[in-house]
């Protein structure tokens, strides 16, 4: 395990903060993989290519604070920006009354929306991390919570799905030379 050294905090692009969000979920949760687990331009994709389940790494809003900029130019243009996290589950339309068990789980078979909500939850906030390149820091200050959107039926191609949007807080200089 890397030792994350904060004094090395610089400035970056968006790319790598996706990516080792991505990273860190596909390494902490047992079911995400790279084919299931991805990196996409909206939290819904128009495909689910790693079967049942998914989740995309999005960006999400940001804003750039006027305080922080101050006549610095692009020395000191911050992002307080976010990333969106998207469990999604695949549904069977010819099964309604199972449409619960895609939110809740009942066993060690069936794991439902929520157990992915706690998963990502636990992989990006239960222990200490950040994302980082090697021993630098990323972002400005840690990744934290933000909000969560209910439950909703989503169609990704063909198929239909339940998903919900999670969103985490992402504040970083951007490397515009």
Not at 8 to 34: M, S, W
Not at 46 to 70: A, K, Q, Y
Request: hydrophobic share 40%.
């Amino acid at each position: 395990m890397t030792t994350i050294d904060p004094t090395l905090r610089g400035q970056t692009i968006q790319e790598p903060i996706l990516e080792a969000i991505a990273a860190r979920l596909i390494d902490q949760i047992e079911d995400y993989n790279d084919q299931n687990c991805f990196i996409c331009d909206q939290a819904i994709p128009i495909s689910l290519p790693g079967g049942r389940i998914g989740c995309t790494v999005s960006i999400g809003p940001g804003r750039f604070p006027s305080e922080f900029f101050g006549g610095g130019g692009h020395d000191t243009l911050t992002e307080d920006g976010s990333v969106v996290i998207t469990p999604i589950l695949a549904i069977n339309l010819d099964r309604p009354r199972r449409a619960r068990r895609k939110i809740v789980e009942r066993d060690d078979q069936t794991k439902g929306l929520l157990f992915y909500k706690g998963a990502i939850l636990r992989a990006l906030f239960a222990f200490p991390w950040e994302p980082s390149e090697g021993d630098q820091p990323l972002l400005r200050d840690l990744i934290s919570p933000l909000s969560c959107d209910d439950p909703q039926d989503v169609a990704i191609g063909e198929t239909m799905a339940t998903a919900m949007k999670l969103r985490v807080s992402t504040v970083f200089d951007w490397r515009l030379t």
